[in-house]
């Protein structure tokens, strides 16, 4: 038998589960782990400022690469609660990543030593398992067990924490025998499947709502062909928006309180029976459940059990891997139609396209400052069908979801259920580092991007090259959108005088300068026909340079965007004046039909 040390083992078996790329900082009680990470080779460590950052690194990799898990690593005390949030953000949207972690000595444990916390403790909350071993010779069995926790069921991120004298002791390890454990999804059964579909050929006008887990399972394929089967238009959220191309004619748009389209929500209110595969029922894509559910019939397929009902209980629930279920529906479909069993859905399919075509928001607005709306509609015209958009939170977030446009999955790349904001930039370098060739969008409102704004500088030091759009109000302006129900405008204005660069007037952080000292490039926009070349200058300085491009938009203080003020879908409330002729949206997907 091999003899190494456990921090070496469990180097050899990331290895031996596909681990490529790993992100963190290194500290005392993790040198073991760092130090086997370098006499084994083969695993590309980048260097984070942040251990928060780190684990955004890891989640941002995870979600561009198809059976990828991004690894995070820290040493102990506050570098694993500085995962925490990462670990939240991961397990909220059903993202695998591992973080690994250093600790005190065991016999220390329990006495107070310098950063020796309870982690496990604290992490078990936002993860499928959390834990510290104690014993040199389970490693290996607890890292087999976390790769197969972590993409089992409904995947989801793992803390492994080691205490120094754990890593260092020397255990009997053979890499060359080790095999990953086999991982288990349930699957869908055909008599399940033959009765969902009956439903939804039974329905006069139904929908598809197709979440991320279809992106997860690496099933778009399956969807589109489901869904061009039997013509049934497809609504997918916000995280499984791009398992339909936007311009796909059953593509019905997005439906929610915020990051929704008006014919999308208009379609949904129209329906009569809704499929759901993927997806958790998320509260501002449903608002109001009384709204969302009346007069509709749901069937509900989600690969964890527990998730049906969860939310509101389903006609029909169907516990299935998204991918198993969708490999069935097609085989299905495909024998229906076959036999000429069939509806004719195209006049259905017809309605939601005229609505695309009728019900759009205007982009086109010529102000200085410059509206948000103008951003979306030059980046549309600046950056193909291959731009994979990261995001985090914020008025930003969801006028981007509103108005760009996405067309393959994982191309939208965005935290969902979680939303810290600080996530986009390190979760930007994390896409890009899983995809070199790829070309990145990052968009962040001003306050989003100073949380994290110290990650930029791993984006030079390791020449990590993407365009960061920053859309700059110096507002938290989500915020103070949804204190107009309080008749209040308190602690959101992030406006001051700056004394160094008196240019800015009220907008205070001088970007330009600070994503510049960090060792990036920057680009500063005041006027609405300078976007698309600042757009097109930004892309050919990230490939020069290989190093993050800001591009900073100077906004209007004050925009209210589109969304519910009542959490009911049928009610969202349009702030800014709606498209009435062509040159309003110019880069909708139909041109508008007035």
């Known amino acids: 038998m091999a003899r190494m040390t456990a921090a070496r083992a469990a180097v050899e078996i990331l290895k031996r589960e596909g681990v490529t790329d790993a992100f963190g900082v290194p500290g005392a009680a993790i040198n073991p782990f760092y130090a086997s990470l370098k006499a084994s080779g083969g695993i590309t460590h980048t260097l984070a400022r942040h251990?928060?950052?780190?684990?955004?690194?890891?989640?941002?990799?995870?979600?561009?690469?198809?059976?990828?898990?991004?690894?995070?690593?820290?040493?102990?005390?506050?570098?694993?609660?500085?995962?925490?949030?990462?670990?939240?953000?991961?397990?909220?949207?059903?993202?695998?990543?591992?973080?690994?972690?250093?600790?005190?000595?065991?016999?220390?444990?329990?006495?107070?030593?310098?950063?020796?916390?309870?982690?496990?403790?604290?992490?078990?909350?936002?993860?499928?398992?959390?834990?510290?071993?104690?014993?040199?010779?389970q490693v290996p069995g607890v890292f087999q067990q976390a790769f197969h926790l972590m993409r089992s069921g409904r995947p989801g991120p793992v803390l492994v924490d080691l205490p120094i004298d754990v890593q260092m002791t020397e255990i009997e390890f053979d890499p060359d025998t080790y095999e990953p454990l086999p991982v288990y999804r349930p699957a869908a059964s055909r008599a399940q499947i033959e009765k969902a579909l009956g439903m939804l050929n039974a329905a006069r006008r139904p929908l598809i709502v197709a979440g991320g887990g279809v992106i997860n399972a690496d099933a778009a394929g399956l969807l589109r062909r489901f869904a061009?089967?039997?013509?049934?238009?497809?609504?997918?959220?916000?995280?499984?928006?791009?398992?339909?191309?936007?311009?796909?004619?059953?593509?019905?748009?997005?439906?929610?309180?915020?990051?929704?389209?008006?014919?999308?929500n208009a379609t949904f209110l129209e329906s009569d029976f809704v499929l759901g595969i993927g997806n958790r029922w998320a509260n501002r894509h449903t608002g109001r459940l009384d709204v969302y559910t009346?007069?509709?019939?749901f069937v509900h397929v989600d690969v964890e059990p527990t998730q049906i009902g969860r939310i509101f209980p389903p006609d029909y629930g169907i516990a299935s891997d998204a991918r198993a279920a969708l490999e069935l529906f097609v085989d299905m479909a495909e024998e229906l139609k076959a036999r000429g069993e069939l509806p004719d859905r195209s006049a259905w399919a017809a309605a939601a396209q005229e609505k695309r075509a009728t019900l759009q928001r205007r982009t086109h607005f010529d102000d200085i400052p410059i509206?948000?709306?103008?951003?979306?509609?030059?980046?549309?015209?600046?950056?193909?069908?291959?731009?994979?958009?990261?995001?985090?939170?914020?008025?930003?977030?969801?006028?981007?979801?509103?108005?760009l446009h996405v067309h393959r999955p994982r191309h939208w790349i965005n935290c969902g259920q979680a939303g810290p904001l600080g996530w986009t930039v390190p979760a930007a370098l994390g896409v890009a580092k899983a995809d070199p060739k790829a070309q990145v969008v990052a968009l962040s409102g001003d306050y989003d991007f100073q949380f994290m704004i110290e990650e930029l500088a791993v984006g030079a030091q390791h020449r990590i090259p993407y365009i960061h759009v920053l859309v700059n109000n110096a507002y938290l302006g989500l915020i103070r959108q949804a204190q107009r129900a309080f008749d209040i405008d308190f602690q959101v204005k992030l406006?001051?005088?700056?004394?160094?660069?008196?240019?800015?007037?009220?907008?205070?952080?001088?970007?330009?300068?600070?994503?510049?000292?960090?060792?990036?490039?920057?680009?500063?926009?005041?006027?609405?026909?300078?976007?698309?070349?600042?757009?097109?200058?930004?892309?050919?300085?990230?490939?020069?340079?290989?190093?993050?491009?800001?591009?900073?938009?100077?906004?209007?203080?004050?925009?209210?965007?589109?969304?519910?003020?009542?959490?009911?879908?049928?009610?969202?409330?349009?702030?800014?004046?709606?498209?009435?002729?062509?040159?309003?949206?110019?880069?909708?997907?139909?041109?508008?039909?007035?």
């Open 495 to 594: 406006e001051f005088e700056n004394i160094n660069s008196p240019e800015l007037g009220a907008y205070g952080v001088d970007h330009v300068k600070v994503a510049e000292g960090l060792g990036c490039k920057a680009i500063r926009v005041t006027d609405p026909e300078e976007l698309g070349a600042a757009l097109e200058r930004a892309r050919k300085v990230a490939a020069e340079f290989r190093v993050p491009v800001v591009v900073e938009v100077i906004l209007e203080r004050v925009t209210d965007i589109s969304m519910s003020t009542t959490d009911d879908i049928g009610n969202v409330v349009e702030f800014e004046p709606l498209a009435t002729e062509p040159g309003h949206a110019p880069t909708a997907i139909r041109p508008l039909r007035t």
């Open 228 to 264: 061009e089967l039997t013509g049934t238009p497809v609504v997918p959220t916000l995280m499984g928006w791009g398992v339909l191309p936007d311009d796909h004619a059953l593509n019905a748009g997005m439906v929610g309180l915020q990051t929704s389209h008006r014919y999308g």
């Open 51 to 137: 251990v928060e950052g780190a684990s955004h690194m890891a989640e941002g990799y995870t979600r561009a690469r198809p059976g990828a898990i991004g690894v995070c690593i820290g040493t102990s005390g506050p570098a694993g609660t500085d995962m925490i949030t990462g670990l939240y953000s991961a397990v909220g949207d059903s993202v695998p990543i591992l973080c690994v972690t250093g600790q005190a000595p065991t016999a220390v444990l329990h006495k107070e030593d310098f950063q020796a916390v309870d982690i496990a403790s604290i992490a078990r909350p936002v993860t499928k398992m959390a834990v510290t071993v104690l014993e040199a010779a």
């Open 371 to 403: 509206k948000p709306q103008r951003v979306y509609q030059e980046m549309n015209r600046a950056f193909g069908p291959g731009t994979r958009y990261v995001s985090a939170i914020g008025l930003s977030q969801i006028a981007g979801a509103q108005m």
């Open 294 to 297: 009346a007069g509709r019939t």
